[in-house]
């Protein structure tokens, strides 16, 4: 007695599990970290509570520039906004020159923030992976410049500025922040977690120069701490006040010291004042809507990185 064997079919699709592409892995890491991190009702509370009272200076401001200087002194003051918004903001650009100010501060912050992002990368990354005689000692003194005041070198920087025919000129304000100490030690920490020595040495392999390798291997990775310094900088840069009022005047201002000539006079328009405030910060909040979302994609991807 025999036994037919049946044919085997080979043609049977095996059913296996298709590979995940990155947006479907990057939807499951998304998926699974929702489901590990949980925020409670209390997170929530205290989130709006911070929103609110973060907001509120900016949402202060904007009412007491649109009342008068009458209502602004009033007891309780007023929490809704009035309708004089429009003309006090037309009244605070023209009295203050609110014009060339924002174009002077555009050109001071934008350069000075331009310049410490290069030179503080460039710092950062020879402290930071770069081996020469001195780093260490050189490190120190620029951390150590971090704790001298500022006010004490006005009176020889203004002496040096006066020397070199810039008094009243916006090189006067420029020139002595072209970098920071703060900005070094920023980057120098940030590429000393997220620039892995391989990487160098990959490129030190291939003929790199150090030059060729800031460029094509250390750029790219510190792209998002270089967008964070950029807006802190350039913020800092904007607002500064004390140098240049020391070395500018009121014929070539930048946007603090022109909203001071709006509290000249006997009697101090409060709601004038709030009004060139709120011109001032106009610029910074535009900047912020526009790149906000890119500097905080910038931060989770190099954190992702490092």
Same mark, same amino acid.
């Given at each position: 007695?025999?036994?037919?064997?049946?044919?085997?079919?080979?043609?049977?699709?095996?059913?296996?599990?298709?590979?995940?592409?990155?947006?479907?892995?990057?939807?499951?890491?998304?998926?699974?970290?929702?489901?590990?991190?949980?925020? !409670?009702?209390?997170?929530?509370?205290?989130?709006?509570?911070?929103?609110?009272?973060?907001?509120?200076?900016?949402?202060?401001?904007?009412?007491?520039?649109?009342?008068?200087?009458?209502?602004?002194?009033?007891?309780?003051?007023?929490?809704?906004? @009035?309708?004089? *918004?429009?003309?006090?903001?037309?009244?605070?650009?023209?009295?203050?020159?609110? %014009?060339?100010?924002?174009?002077?501060?555009? #050109?001071?912050?934008?350069? /000075?923030?331009?310049?410490?992002?290069?030179?503080?990368?460039?710092? !950062?990354?020879?402290?930071?992976?770069?081996?020469?005689?001195?780093?260490?000692?050189? *490190?120190?003194?620029?951390? %150590?410049?971090?704790?001298?005041?500022?006010?004490? !070198?006005?009176?020889? *920087?203004?002496?040096?500025?006066?020397?070199? @025919?810039?008094?009243?000129?916006?090189?006067?304000? #420029?020139?002595?922040?072209?970098?920071?100490?703060?900005?070094?030690?920023?980057?120098?920490?940030?590429?000393?977690?997220?620039? =892995?020595?391989?990487?160098?040495?990959? !490129?030190?392999?291939?003929?790199?120069?150090?030059?060729?390798?800031?460029?094509? /291997?250390?750029? =790219?990775?510190?792209? =998002?701490?270089?967008?964070?310094?950029?807006?802190?900088?350039?913020?800092?840069?904007?607002?500064?006040?004390?140098?240049?009022?020391?070395? *500018?005047?009121?014929?070539? =201002?930048?946007?603090?010291?022109? &909203?001071?000539?709006?509290?000249?006079?006997?009697?101090?328009?409060?709601?004038?004042?709030?009004? %060139?405030? &709120?011109?001032?910060?106009?610029?910074?909040?535009?900047?912020? /809507?526009?790149? @906000?979302?890119? /500097?905080?994609? @910038?931060?989770?991807?190099?954190?992702?990185?490092?």
């Amino acid at each position: 007695m025999t036994v037919n064997s049946l044919p085997v079919r080979t043609d049977t699709p095996v059913r296996t599990s298709a590979p995940k592409t990155p947006r479907t892995a990057r939807r499951l890491l998304r998926i699974r970290a929702g489901r590990q991190h949980h925020a !409670g009702p209390l997170a929530y509370v205290l989130l709006a509570v911070m929103a609110i009272v973060s907001v509120f200076p900016l949402y202060w401001t904007m009412v007491a520039a649109s009342t008068d200087n009458t209502r602004v002194s009033q007891t309780p003051p007023p929490f809704l906004p @009035g309708p004089n *918004l429009f003309s006090n903001l037309a009244r605070a650009w023209d009295e203050a020159a609110m %014009g060339k100010a924002m174009i002077n501060s555009l #050109i001071v912050a934008g350069v /000075i923030a331009l310049s410490t992002v290069l030179f503080a990368t460039l710092a !950062g990354f020879a402290f930071a992976k770069l081996r020469f005689k001195g780093r260490n000692i050189l *490190l120190t003194l620029v951390i %150590g410049t971090m704790m001298v005041p500022p006010q004490l !070198g006005v009176v020889p *920087l203004f002496m040096m500025m006066s020397e070199l @025919g810039w008094s009243q000129q916006l090189p006067a304000v #420029i020139f002595p922040t072209l970098v920071s100490a703060v900005g070094v030690f920023f980057m120098r920490q940030y590429l000393s977690e997220a620039l =892995p020595d391989e990487l160098v040495e990959a !490129g030190r392999v291939d003929g790199a120069h150090s030059l060729r390798i800031f460029w094509s /291997i250390v750029l =790219p990775v510190a792209r =998002p701490a270089m967008a964070v310094l950029f807006m802190i900088t350039f913020v800092h840069a904007w607002n500064d006040f004390f140098w240049p009022f020391v070395v *500018l005047d009121m014929t070539n =201002p930048t946007v603090p010291v022109a &909203l001071t000539q709006l509290s000249a006079g006997y009697v101090r328009d409060q709601s004038l004042i709030m009004a %060139g405030a &709120l011109l001032g910060t106009l610029p910074l909040l535009a900047m912020f /809507i526009v790149f @906000g979302r890119q /500097i905080v994609s @910038g931060i989770m991807a190099g954190a992702v990185k490092g």
